[in-house]
């Protein structure tokens, strides 16, 4: 539903611009990109598991992929992502003493991620796309005085994103907006045991909030005709 909505909201906007014109007619083609971003993290899954608050975070990534484009305008991506990486301060008291430290989080991530382009004016293509993958993150628990204890897990994604590119003869310069949302249901130690918490039983990470990124692209074959 959010997809065909805002992407109903991107085609009517576009629309109602002097000059503009839609089309679907690409040469169909492979492309490779990189992008660098980041979303906002609440840390509230770390309050959850924690039972003390932590700050939120911006948390960065970048990623590594590689599409194909139909002449019609569906697309096919596959992306590599490292990160979103999240480091959270917290300050606990514990009877007359009182703790600070850091969680950090860091994530890889390997997307699918289906779509479709339109052509808007004369070098530039909006697209709407849904990544789906997996997930393998590491949990970092540092605490001044008491050392570092670190657990791992894995999980999957979900990554609703629209991308508007401009063209450049091969090279392409975009921004990319979108909800980035991941979750890792259990963490377990380097022991191998499940990590608990202090209301479910185990820990879990949701790595998620609204993202965004700019990215560059090389078409191996310029996507407009």
Known sequence: MLKGWGMGWLLGAALAIPGTVLRADFNSGF???????????SGADL???NGFPVNGSFAPYGSLGADYGSAGGFVLGLDLMNGPDR?????????????TGTIGIQNWGLFVSPG???RLAKRLILEARLGVGAISAKETFETDGLGTVTATGYGYGVW????????????GLGLSLGYLASLVPALEDSNGQVVQNTQY???????EGFSTGLFVVYHFTPPLP
Request: charged letters at 20%.
């Open 47 to 49: 309050e959850t598991d």
């Open 116 to 118: 479709w382009r339109v």
């Open 201 to 207: 039983g185990y820990a879990t990470l949701h790595t």
């Open 31 to 41: 492309d490779v990109r990189l992008a660098v971003g980041g979303n906002y993290n």
């Open 160 to 171: 609703p994103e629209f991308r508007g590119e401009y063209e450049i003869g091969p090279w």
């Open 87 to 99: 480091s959270h301060g917290f300050s606990v008291a514990v009877g007359p003493s009182t703790y």
